[in-house]
């Protein structure tokens, strides 16, 4: 079983930032993705970002939404166990709840509770 702890949600107004992180425990894999999605209110759930690893180095491979292409970055430190979000430039449509998913190879996901992202205009 593998757990997932989102921190570092709140209210921003447009233009600032935010730093997300999602802390796993429990059967950590050594392949695996990570990422975030969120879901806005009245909308579908969505892919933010992802990023794979192989276990061994906190390098992997990235894939963002188009909406968030230079103004999101998504990295994870595997001593850690933690993947993170900083978000920049933040505009009122990224308002929405915050998930952190992990997937392990044989494809089982898991899903954290979730953190609020607010963004005023």
């Known amino acids: 079983q593998v757990q997932l702890v989102e921190s570092g949600g709140g209210l921003v107004q447009a233009g600032g930032s935010l730093r997300l992180s999602c802390a796993a425990s429990?059967?950590?894999?050594?392949?695996?993705?990570m990422g975030w999605y969120r879901q806005a209110p009245g909308k579908q759930r969505e892919l933010v970002a992802n990023?794979?690893?192989?276990?061994?180095?906190?390098?992997?491979?990235?894939n963002y939404v188009d909406s968030v292409k230079g103004r999101f970055t998504i990295s994870r430190d595997n001593a850690k166990n933690t993947v993170y979000l900083q978000m920049n430039s933040l505009k009122p449509e990224d308002t929405a709840v915050y998930y952190c998913?992990?997937?392990?190879?044989?494809?089982?996901?898991?899903w954290g509770q979730g953190t609020q992202v607010t963004v005023s205009s």
């Open positions: 990023i794979t690893s192989d276990g061994r180095t906190s390098d992997g491979r990235t």
């Open positions: 998913q992990f997937t392990s190879p044989i494809g089982v996901t898991y």
């Open positions: 429990g059967s950590i894999f050594r392949l695996n993705v």
